[in-house]
C-alpha cells in the first residue's frame, strides 16, 4: 500500500489490514463485524457466521469512474482538494460525510484537521466553506 491508494472491498470480503497502516474506512451503516482473526487481542471471534456470510469467489474490483474513489449503491466516495478558499454544494436532500485526511483549516465557523470528520446535514445551509490554512484533501461520501 502506498499514501493515497484507494481499494473498493465489497461486503463480504475477507480483508485484514497490515501494521502500520492508517486507513479511512467507509462503509455502508452497519453495526455488523464478524472477526475471523484477531492478532492475539482479546476480542471475541465469529468464525462459523464470518465464514457463513464471506464471499469466496475471486475479487475483481469494480470499475470506477475517473471522478471518485470508490461507488457502489450505497455510496459515492469522492477526494477533494483545496489549495484556496471554496464551497462545497450539497444536495440538500442527501446528507453528506466529510474527513479531514490531509491539511487543516476552517470549515464554515469550525476548526478542521487531518483525521477529523464530519457528517454535514445538507438541508440546514446552501453550502459548506472551506478555508485551508494548507493543502487540504478531504473524503466526501454521499448516497447516490
Request: aromatic share 10%.
Amino acid at each position: 500500500m502506498h499514501p493515497g491508494e484507494t481499494f473498493f472491498v465489497p461486503a463480504g470480503t475477507i480483508h485484514a489490514i497490515g501494521g502500520g497502516i492508517a486507513l479511512c474506512e467507509i462503509q455502508q451503516q452497519s453495526d455488523v463485524t464478524y472477526r475471523l482473526y484477531d492478532y492475539g487481542r482479546p476480542r471475541e471471534l465469529h468464525l462459523d457466521r464470518g465464514v457463513e456470510v464471506s464471499f469466496t469467489g475471486v475479487y475483481e474490483a469494480p470499475p470506477v469512474p475517473v471522478d471518485c474513489l470508490a461507488e457502489s449503491a450505497y455510496f459515492r466516495t469522492e477526494r477533494l482538494v483545496f489549495e484556496r478558499e471554496g464551497v462545497i454544494d450539497p444536495d440538500p436532500a442527501k446528507p453528506f460525510w466529510l474527513i479531514c485526511v490531509e491539511g487543516h483549516g476552517d470549515l464554515d465557523d469550525a476548526s478542521y484537521r487531518a483525521g477529523q470528520g464530519w457528517q454535514v446535514d445538507a438541508s440546514a445551509g446552501p453550502a459548506v466553506a472551506i478555508h485551508p490554512a494548507v493543502r487540504t484533501v478531504l473524503i466526501r461520501t454521499q448516497v447516490p
